[in-house]
T-cell receptor, first 114, second 114 residues
Framework: GENVEQHPSTLSVQEGDSAVIKCTYS??????FPWYKQELGKGPQLIID?????GEKKDQRIAVTLNKTAKHFSLHITETQPEDSAVYFC?????????????FGKGTKLSVKP | GAGVSQSPSNKVTEKGKDVELRCDPI?????LYWYRQSLGQGLEFLIY????????KSGLPSDRFSAERTGGSVSTLTIQRTQQEDSAVYLC????????????FGQGTRLTVV
């Protein structure tokens, strides 16, 4: 079945620096790749996603890149702020079409130091 | 409209008892997911419902776990003869039919088995 690997498990950066989180997936049929942010005591919240027909997507300080050949995708956060501190999860869809099941990576705990 | 609603938010039960966890998805969403998150860990897939299709139960850890989705809306996750290792946050998510694939999470139910 699909396996999603996420690295690093923890990441500490200074405020204003960039942060990059990387994920790899195993199922070449995966076609939807969302990223979630989870703050303490809350459910994960979708922050950005990308589909397999696009190589890069950007939303203000957040961007996601996808390399289908290598089967990896990355989250980039620029000009990090303390409120970006949270656990970030990547996911990949499996199954037919874009309604497939979502398999998640194990998460990255991002700490932004002021 | 309202987001995904889960109840109860917290549940403490004695080992060996059965528990039922409820999920009210976003109205109109045809896909519904259950995940389990142990303390400080990632999201472990449990079960996935999509419309009238047979659910994907491949993530259920044992036959003590079962889930139903009545009328294509509300879902109940049942854990029979609870064990201490069942203690975790149980997260529900729903996704629209439009093929956009985004999953929206509830706040979760924190289950503690004593």
């Amino acid at each position: 079945g699909e396996n999603v690997e996420q690295h690093p498990s923890t990441l500490s950066v200074q405020e204003g620096d960039s942060a990059v989180i990387k994920c790899t997936y195993s199922d070449s049929a995966s076609n939807y790749f969302p990223w979630y942010k989870q703050e303490l005591g809350k459910g994960p919240q979708l922050i950005i996603d990308i589909r397999s027909n696009v190589g890069e997507k950007k939303d203000q300080r957040i961007a996601v890149t996808l390399n289908k050949t290598a089967k990896h995708f990355s989250l980039h956060i620029t000009e990090t702020q303390p409120e970006d501190s949270a656990v970030y999860f990547c996911a990949a869809s499996i199954g037919v079409g874009s309604q497939g099941n979502l398999i998640f990576g194990k998460g990255t705990k991002l700490s932004v130091k002021p | 409209g309202a987001g995904v609603s889960q109840s109860p938010s917290n549940k403490v039960t004695e080992k060996g008892k059965d528990v039922e966890l409820r999920c009210d998805p976003i109205s109109g969403h045809t896909a519904l997911y259950w995940y389990r998150q142990s303390l400080g860990q990632g999201l472990e897939f449990l079960i996935y419902f999509q419309g009238n299709s047979a659910p994907d139960k491949s993530g259920l850890p044992s036959d003590r776990f079962s889930a139903e989705r009545t009328g294509g809306s509300v879902s109940t996750l049942t854990i029979q003869r609870t064990q201490q290792e069942d203690s975790a946050v149980y997260l529900c998510a729903s996704s629209p039919m439009t093929g956009r694939g985004e999953a929206f999470f509830g706040q979760g139910t924190r289950l503690t088995v004593v």
